[in-house]
């Protein structure tokens, strides 16, 4: 799958949730994975022709954890002709070093939205663009089956009214292999995580069940996203 057909995904999924509205001022969350990266190089291409003129920036909220070079993530903006702001934090040390967190996962992601949203809010932004995937909406809503009992996953859409932003996830139609291909045909430049529990949580667990599942039954994950839309779990519907 080349740029111009992983857009054309793109775009149906912006155009069936309404994600993008004329004289949008959207910021793309780029953590430096690859997922974060492919979005924002479909959201550039689509830019280029969409009926609805939108303004496009990046911004990375670095966490702190040492190793990590964003400095091809800025060339790639460079390329881009796209704004890129590096927004360095303390969270790691707030979060490992200071309070030794138990469940360091939940108040990292929870302090990182904060800076992401605070960034966006204060910059005169309306809509944060986040790279969550196909793979990522099943593996959500299957953490909170087994996790805690109850139908849920993030929106497509989701307004955030202490901040006044939207969250926009405009890759939902597309899976994270295509994400991959793509990433590698662009050979773009990925951050690797070098957070010590990056592969230890809760999620790679559902993401390691589902693939011995699907390794049984293929179309599974394809019938649990289908049925988050006909349900639909709020927010989920297509035809609003």
Known sequence: MNLNQFTGYVR??????????????????ISGGKDSLVLLCALRHLQRY????????????????????????QSLCDELGVHYTLLKTDIKEIVFDIRQEENPCSLCSKMRRGA????VRDNGFNKL?????????????????????RLSCFKPVTYMSRSNVTQIRPLLYLGEGSC?????????????STCPLDQTSHRKEIKDLLGTLSAQYPDMKSKVFGAMQRLPLDGWGTES
């Open 12 to 29: 149906r999924c912006v155009d069936d949730y309404h994600m993008i509205e004329a004289d949008d001022r959207i910021c793309v969350g």
């Open 180 to 192: 991959e291909n793509l990433a590698r045909e662009l050979n773009l430049p990925v951050v690797v």
């Open 129 to 149: 663009a986040l790279g969550h995937h196909w793979d990522d909406a099943v593996e959500t809503f299957m953490m909170s089956l087994l996790f805690e009992g």
């Open 50 to 73: 969409y009926p609805a003129p939108f303004e496009l920036e990046a911004l990375t909220v670095d966490t702190g954890f040492p190793g990590m070079d964003f400095s091809g993530v």
């Open 116 to 119: 992401l949203n605070n960034f």
